[in-house]
């Protein structure tokens, strides 16, 4: 079977899009997000069918095979980005500082984050720990109030599946 240009964009681009739907749906599945992962799931059999059809027609052709791995490698990285953009879920970080924590507390929970408030012992001493819920979509805003307030502060970030409870708002608008 003879294969042209769009051929291989056509390989190239399904398997972009169906990668980066796994990567998605995936991300889904791990975020309880059950409907979503499933009817992401219908289109990226549908896309992955569709383009290993092609690929077994043209099993002889190298450049084909060549732009159906490009389009894997590729899907992986859009994959990540559109989750990233999406910023579908919550997180938790937790702050390890010295400085005026409960302050930073305050000044955190005005800002619309829930945030509990821990005394903690490390290896040089008595710290605070900062518990912090928020939307992962904020994420940014709240790396740069922390980097802003305490350059030295331990941070560590991670994936929250529920929240129930507590004090959780929304940004307030400015």
């Known amino acids: 079977m003879e294969t042209g240009y769009i051929g291989y964009l056509i390989v190239f681009f399904a398997r972009v899009a169906d990668v980066s739907l796994t990567t998605v749906r995936t991300l889904m599945v791990m975020r309880g997000k059950k409907f979503a992962a499933a009817t992401i799931g219908f289109f ?59 302050d930073f507390a305050e000044y955190l929970r005005q800002e619309g984050f829930g945030v509990t408030l821990f005394p903690c012992q490390g290896r040089e001493g008595c710290y605070d720990l900062l518990e912090i819920a928020f939307e992962r979509k904020r994420l940014k805003k709240l790396e740069a109030i922390v980097r802003e307030w305490d350059r030295d502060a331990f941070v560590t970030v991670s994936d929250t599946r529920n929240i129930r409870g507590g004090h959780f708002y929304k940004m307030k608008s400015k």
């Open 44 to 102: 990226e059999v549908l896309i992955y069918i569709l383009a290993l059809k092609y690929i077994f027609n043209t099993l002889d052709d190298v450049t084909s095979l060549i732009f159906y791995a490009l389009g894997f490698s590729t899907g992986n990285i859009v994959g990540l980005w559109l989750e990233e953009k999406m910023a579908i879920g919550h997180l938790t970080m937790r702050v390890i500082t010295r400085r005026g924590a409960a």
